[in-house]
């Protein structure tokens, strides 16, 4: 190997954040990967949790977790676009068989997610609209379901799908990749919704090195939606201890 692409292939050091099952080492830094698969599984625990404490009459705080899942789900959507859209079929066109198979099924776990959130949709739809103790136990349900799933989805792209990108992609394939199919199609309204929900919980010195990088603007945009996101999670989470 020569010097160039020994340089080339250099491995980065790679996030690793609480709940994260896997953080292949290479040459590709995937910091955002890892940073939105910690909000989503931050969100998936605490909707399972709170959907399971909060009263069927209570549709004060059944509306703030709505309005909760309808930033979660639009995000998600987003990202999962993105993986179908750019990231699995750049990977396809130079994976093995065998890896081949791998992209395959995370094709089919974004399938097999779908149902289960429209599920979802469908069930805070009820419990906010009325004081149905049933409803309010299959959305319990439901989103217990959407967490076991997703859980076991990112863990499993984390494991093997981050790893056909350390495999094959270099920062730049990764970069072209991303800004095609995820920055670009950002809406200003998902932005302004998206940077406190990455935010929250998140370690600090993490939020502060993100900030830093994405400069002043963003450092605005965080600080002027930072406390209406966190009254809202409050609201919604009224009910777990």
């Not at 200003?188 to 502060?208: Q, S």
């Not at 966190?230 to 009910?239: C, D, G, M, S």
Request: charged fraction near 30%; include cysteine.
């Amino acid at each position: 190997m020569s010097t160039t692409e020994s340089t080339r292939r250099a491995d980065v050091p790679q996030l690793r954040l609480p709940r994260q099952v896997a953080a292949p080492d290479g040459p590709v830094d995937v910091t955002m990967m890892y940073v939105m698969h910690h909000a989503f599984r931050r969100d998936l625990v605490m909707f399972a949790e709170a959907a399971a404490a909060t009263p069927a009459t209570d549709r004060v705080t059944w509306s703030a977790l709505a309005k909760r899942w309808a930033v979660f789900s639009e995000i998600l959507h987003h990202h999962h676009s993105g993986e179908d859209a750019g990231l699995w079929p750049w990977l396809m066109r130079v994976a093995t068989e065998d890896e081949q198979a791998t992209l395959e099924e995370m094709e089919a776990e974004h399938e097999q997610i779908d149902p289960i959130l429209r599920d979802c949709a469908r069930g805070f739809e009820r419990v906010t609209t009325s004081d149905d103790a049933r409803a309010a136990a299959y959305l319990a349900e439901r989103l217990a379901a959407a967490r076991d799933t997703l859980l076991a989805h990112m863990g499993h792209e984390e494991t093997d799908a981050m790893a056909l990108v350390q495999t094959y992609m270099t920062q730049d394939d990764w970069d072209q990749v991303v800004e095609a199919n995820f920055d670009k199609k950002v809406e200003p309204r998902l932005l302004l919704a998206a940077v406190p929900w990455i935010a929250y919980e998140l370690p600090r010195p993490v939020v502060d090195r993100l900030l830093a990088e994405a400069g002043a603007p963003m450092k605005l945009v965080h600080l002027a939606t930072r406390r209406r996101f966190e009254r809202l999670q409050e609201r919604a989470t009224r009910y777990v201890a």
